[in-house]
């Protein structure tokens, strides 16, 4: 069987996302840990100190908020 990747990173297996739309808390972390990386990336501003050095900080409100979305959209609840 083809080893089913995207630009050299593994696919989500339709198994898991099958279970996490039907409810399974498991496959619902297994999905949540799959788009970590691109949460924290579209959640992480740059924030300026005192002395005006940028600084990347990740928004943790901004990154629930998505999180959140998620999850709702996983189980098709509005």
Known sequence: MKCRNYKGRELLPLA???AAQAGDSDAVEQVL???E???NKRCTRTV???SSCPRACLDEYMESRLENKLIRAILGVN
């Open 33 to 35: 840990r799959y788009y």
């Open 37 to 39: 990386g691109y949460i």
């Open 48 to 50: 300026y100190d005192q």
């Open 16 to 18: 898991v996302s099958d």
